[in-house]
């Protein structure tokens, strides 16, 4: 059967549809209103208004975070282009699937610095996996498959296709999905096994594991939390895992050791320095995790299971490393080591797990509470203890002190219900995020925790959630401050709180009511609960001001340049706890 | 005062940690990579370079299947063991590149060069000029009363040697096309 002939603009509405997708966020624009006119004329595709380009791709990030799908997004040339941009960055860093197709100046225009024109492949090189820009009609829709390949095989990213005006207008010939060019880009999913089975071999001999997760796991798949679910409990090993990775072990696990890194546990930072095998599992050694690196785990054999060669051996030398998909592996290494006897050294682990107990019991997360005031810490205690039995509660985060608190003290049983901005840390992802991820769980509880500056760049996406009726909550940790920036000033700078201080904000209640939500606001520890019962039953978006501390600091962190084992910790954690200056090294 | 006393300027000051932990043993490497010839291809692997802080001491790119549409960019690069091993991973995995060859370790390779010098002079230094172009085995492409236009292939080192003995012999002008290389053997 010949293929068919259709305009540009179709193939585009077509290629999406046999792609799968129900849901594209967008922002019309001069070059690409043909496409808009195609998606007019169908009811597929659902189209979501959002304010601003950036919302766009934040939302589509919170909607293929939460689905497990590629988020797809559709804006004009020039400034539509560019100010997607941002959001681009965050997904090629968090390793979020995304296809960004934008409008582009007519081809005979391209060069003519036309109106609205931008070089927007060239812009957008380096922060999308790939991209294209489509001169020809007849190439378009394979081109589109072909992105959709890229952007969901390997390690996910985002990708981006340039379509120029004239080319959305012209006729040419649809290549439909499964005749697309897809095959030479094919990374490499089946991990070595002569190296699994050396990763066994340690398995066995270890006194002191520890498994360390990152957003790999949950890129891989319901079937790669199944199976670290599984390790986990057929060997015993404690787990602990990056910002990224939350939830792919369930927080009430017998073995979770709490997030590592820079704001992570104590117990799992220190399990981290002194452990004798490290087995990491889809992360990347990224420096909010190692701390100094000539200092890290200096005693540990090191094995690392990633899709990706060029994050083997780019920041930690590893001594077992395996090249595949987290999935793939993790069930050859249970085969394997199931074969081999499911042996460990009960005895060694048995020790390591009453280190790992007095760890705990200094309690890392104590803080002072207050009667009058709304500590952060407890505000968040509190969120979870409402809404933690909710199977369909989904947290999106803005960036800061909140989002490390949120990672602290909210315990996530389920992957793909934590969505937060990691490697490129955007302010401002987390209401548009919250946007997409309601938009693909209509009926879910989506709370945004959210710091008061962060929110304010994105809070243009209140209307978008206002047009579609989407019960967002935004749990607004407002202290008046940047607070991740004044502490670093507070502690590092001699407390000059250089331009770290929020002036001239709304009035978050009446702001609010401007977008048709609703606002509620609560200052008094005694009223948080009710308060944010009346969130959580509200049929409708809400913004929650919520007025707290103003000067808490977010502990325990690792200074920069510091190992695991010098962190500081909050005034009252363990017995020797610290005197007036509010922090030691211990 | 900070609580910490630290030092200012002092990786614990900053928020990165600011020892480069990859020493300063250098390594030159030959990197040739089979790339598919589209569209900002050739932008897209020195992106890679400028982007991430690597060295590119010379670059040279053509399209040597045709019909399948590939070329092979060939690029002299530096930098410690680890960075080099980063940069063949970085190249590896783009979409447009189907192989990264290292020349310099997997085996032996020929390198060549080619380049062009204009010599300009009168009298003797016009005849010493030609005399060791003749022991540089450089071809006369072109020639004047008054200048040459020298033509020789070879190792990069080579035609360094020549320019320099060149240069006190009226050397006003040269291009260079940067190293193409392939390894030895059958293979």
Redesign the interface.
Same mark, same amino acid.
């Given at each position: 059967m010949a293929n068919k002939q259709m305009t540009g603009a179709e193939m585009v509405v077509q290629a999406l549809i046999d792609q799968g997708v129900d849901t594209v966020f967008g922002y019309p624009g001069g070059a690409v209103l043909p496409i808009y006119d195609e998606i007019f004329q169908q009811s597929k595709i659902n189209h979501i208004l959002v304010r601003h380009e950036q919302g766009a791709t934040h939302a589509a990030e919170g909607y293929a975070r939460s689905t497990g799908k590629p988020g797809v997004v559709l804006v004009t040339s020039g400034p539509g282009a560019t100010n997607a941009v941002t959001g681009m960055t965050d997904a090629l860093l968090d390793s979020i699937p995304m296809i960004v197709l934008t409008g582009q100046v007519p081809t005979f225009m391209i060069g003519n610095d036309a109106f609205q024109e931008a070089d927007t492949?060239?812009i957008t090189?380096?922060c999308s996996?790939? =991209?294209w820009?489509v001169k020809d009609t007849d190439q378009l829709s394979d081109v589109i498959h072909q992105a959709f390949h890229?952007a969901t095989s390997?390690?996910p990213g985002p990708v981006l296709i340039d379509i120029p005006k004239d080319v959305q207008f012209a006729k040419g010939t649809y290549t439909p999905k499964k005749e697309a060019h897809t095959k030479?880009?094919s990374?490499k999913v089946k991990g070595d096994i002569e190296r699994i089975t050396e990763l066994a071999e340690l398995m066995e001999k270890a006194e002191r594991p520890i498994l360390y997760t990152g957003g790999g796991v949950i890129n891989s798949g319901d079937s790669a939390t199944a199976l670290l679910r599984e390790l986990a409990k057929e060997t015993g090993f404690p787990v602990t895992s990056t910002l990224m990775g939350l939830g792919a072990y369930p927080a009430s696990g017998p073995q979770w050791l709490g997030m590592l890194g820079m704001h992570g546990l104590y117990e799992a930072n220190m399990a981290m320095h002194d452990c004798d095998l490290m087995i990491n599992i889809g992360a990347r050694f990224d420096?909010r995790i190692t701390?100094?690196?000539?200092a890290f785990s200096p005693h540990s054999k090191k094995a690392h299971i990633d899709i990706?060669?060029?994050s083997? =051996?780019?920041i930690i030398?590893v001594d077992v490393p395996i090249v595949g998909d987290v999935a793939h592996v993790l069930e050859d290494l249970l085969r394997i080591w199931k074969s081999r006897g499911r042996k460990t050294d009960k005895e060694g682990l048995a020790k390591w797990s009453k280190k790992i107990e007095e760890w705990r019991a200094k309690r890392c997360l104590s803080y002072k509470n207050s009667e009058t005031i709304i500590k952060p810490q407890y505000a968040l205690q509190r969120l979870e203890a409402l809404t933690k039995d909710r199977k369909d509660r989904f947290i999106t985060t803005e960036v800061g002190q909140h989002q490390m608190w949120a990672a602290q003290y909210l315990g996530f049983e389920e992957p793909n219900h934590w969505m937060t901005s990691g490697g490129l840390g955007t302010m401002g992802y987390g209401l548009p995020a919250s946007v997409g991820v309601q938009v693909a769980h209509p009926d879910a509880l989506v709370i945004n925790v959210a710091g008061e500056a962060s929110w304010l760049m994105n809070m243009q996406e209140m209307g978008t959630a206002r047009q579609y009726n989407l019960p967002i909550k935004q749990f607004i940790l407002n202290n008046e401050r940047l607070g991740m920036v004044r502490q670093?000033q507070?502690?590092?700078?001699? =407390?000059r709180y250089s331009h770290s201080w929020s002036e001239a904000l709304p009035d978050f209640v009446v702001l609010a009511q401007a977008f048709g939500a609703k606002g509620i606001k609560c200052t008094d520890p005694s009223d948080l609960d009710d308060a944010i019962m009346e969130m959580i039953k509200f049929d409708g978006p809400v913004v929650f001001d919520c007025g707290v501390e103003k000067h808490e600091n977010c502990y325990p962190m690792i200074?920069?340049?510091?190992p695991h084992n010098e962190m500081?910790m909050g005034e009252d954690t363990g017995e020797d706890a610290i005197g007036s200056?509010?922090?030691v090294?211990v | 005062m900070s609580p910490l006393k630290i030092k200012k300027g002092t990786s614990k000051h900053s928020a990165y940690d600011l020892k480069d932990p990859n020493g300063d043993y250098i390594e030159r490497h030959t990197l040739a990579c089979v790339v598919d010839n589209e569209a900002g291809v050739l932008a897209r692997v020195i992106g890679l370079f400028s982007g991430r802080g690597y060295n590119i001491e010379s670059l040279t790119v053509a399209e040597v299947d045709h019909e399948g549409h590939r070329s092979r960019i060939t690029v002299v690069t530096t930098g410690t063991p680890a960075v080099i091993a980063q940069i063949k991973s970085q190249l590896e995995r783009m979409v447009p590149v189907y192989r990264v060859h290292d020349l310099t370790e997997e085996g032996a390779s020929v390198e060549r060069e080619l380049a062009l010098f204009k010599v300009a002079g009168t009298g003797n230094d016009r005849i010493e000029a030609l005399r060791l172009a003749e022991i540089f085995r450089a071809n006369v492409v072109d020639s004047t009363l008054e200048s040459f236009v020298f033509e020789m292939t070879g190792h990069s080192e080579k035609i360094d040697a020549f320019a320099d003995l060149m240069r006190p012999l009226g050397l006003i002008e040269q291009a260079r096309t940067g190293v193409a290389a392939l390894s030895r053997g059958k293979e």
């Open positions: 492949v060239g090189r380096p996996k790939h =991209n820009l890229v390997g390690r030479h880009y990374p420096d701390g100094r690196v000539d990706d060669p060029s083997i =051996n780019k030398h670093w507070q502690l590092l700078h001699g =407390n200074p920069s340049g510091a500081l200056s509010g922090a090294m | -």
